[in-house]
């Protein structure tokens, strides 16, 4: 059997969804794998090292196959970068604020890519995942995902095989796993085994048909590539209580470029002030803060605002990355 058409057994069949912190659980620059939520739409396949494969193949000269000690001879590049489910596609306007920061290490495709010499008509990449079974209560032979092959060449899209300086567990990949920073989670592709360099989209059921959000007043629909600008407030917790005084109110902010500016409201979207934020390291996410005097006893409604370095923002409602609003209640 060709490595390519391995089909693994799959250790777990069907949906896994497995969403473990809230934004006031946050409270760790790094997240640590252990509550880095999983999300397989198919299920979760049994691959070993020894049997794992990658092919990379379409418009090259070169054709490439390459196993996993292969890879870990090729030069090594760690990334740490947001990671954003962007949940259901069957409600892709629903925030979800399932977001974590990681460290991910493993080999540039762009690298791979110039070893294989990609033609000039190619515009996306094709990338599979051993994992399959029923969807939409359709079957699949494997999960397949494509990316702007421009986005490959812009860099830092792993062959990734290590999470925060420890292997995959299966779950997360293993052994090998595609990771596009910047881009939403969906896009990663988990248990990668073939690279298929094409001149178009391709048409499964997880790029062409879901995964595509509308586009506001119009008919049109984008796919979801690229993540928006988002913010979560991490303290003071949703529904939790603080003493009349002064308070930090703090929280992360991030983009698929960097975050300029964050505005915190406390009096339900009233009136906004301007919060520090620290400037982007790599394609981390952002902390920011804002002294807050609370005068009043009683609930009151705080909400956070990103703006990114293209000048997009977060809308108050209607979209995944809707403004986020918790409620606070001031005692004396
Ligand atoms: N092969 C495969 N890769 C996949 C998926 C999948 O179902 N199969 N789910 C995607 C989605 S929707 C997300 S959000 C991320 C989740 O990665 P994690 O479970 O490692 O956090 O994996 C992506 N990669
Ligand atoms: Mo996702």
Redesign the pocket.
Same mark, same amino acid.
Not at 36 to 42: D, E, I, M, P
Not at 184 to 192: A, E, I, Q, R, Y
């Given at each position: 059997m060709a490595p390519n058409e391995l089909k693994p057994a799959m250790s777990i069949e069907g949906l896994v969804r497995?969403y473990k912190l809230e934004p006031h659980h946050m409270t760790a620059r790094l997240t640590p794998a252990t509550d880095? =939520?999983?999300?397989?739409?198919?299920g979760i396949p049994e691959v070993t090292k020894e049997d794992w494969r990658l092919v990379i193949d379409g418009l090259v000269d070169n054709p490439l196959e390459i196993g996993f000690e292969e890879l870990l001879r090729c030069p090594k590049r760690v990334v740490e970068t947001v990671?954003?489910?962007?949940g259901s596609?069957m409600n892709p306007t629903a925030p979800t604020r399932?977001i974590?920061n990681v460290k991910w290490a493993g080999v540039d495709l762009r690298d791979l890519f110039s070893e294989a010499g990609v033609h000039s008509n190619a515009t996306h990449v094709w990338a599979y995942?051993?994992?399959h079974g029923k969807f939409a209560g359709e079957d699949q032979d494997?999960?397949l995902?494509d990316v702007p092959f421009s986005r490959v060449q812009a860099g830092d899209v792993l062959i990734a095989y290590e999470?925060n300086d420890e292997p995959?567990s299966a779950?997360?990949?293993f052994p090998v796993?595609?990771v596009v920073p910047g881009y =939403?989670?969906?896009?990663?592709?988990?248990?990668?085994n073939r690279l298929h360099v094409a001149d178009g989209r391709a048409s499964s059921i997880?790029t062409t048909r879901f995964y595509n959000d509308p586009v506001p007043e119009s008919d049109a629909t984008k796919p979801v590539w690229e993540i928006a600008p988002e913010s979560v407030i991490v303290a003071p917790a949703s529904d939790g209580e603080v003493k009349v005084g002064e308070t930090e109110i703090w929280g992360w902010a991030w983009s698929s470029c960097e975050v300029e500016g964050v505005e915190v409201s406390t009096d339900g979207g009233l009136t906004w002030n301007q919060a520090d934020i620290e400037p982007r390291s790599h394609r981390s996410w952002q902390r920011f803060s804002l002294r807050w005097l609370a005068r009043q006893a009683g609930t009151h409604e705080l909400l956070s605002k990103a703006t990114d370095a293209q000048g997009q923002t977060q809308p108050l409602d209607g979209a995944r990355n809707a403004v986020y609003v918790i409620s606070v209640t001031v005692i004396d």
């Open positions: 497995e880095l =939520f999983v999300l397989a739409h198919l990671h954003q489910c962007a596609p399932q974590a995942g051993l994992d494997f999960y995902k999470l995959f779950k997360h990949g796993r595609l =939403f989670g969906t896009n990663s592709v988990k248990w990668l997880f």
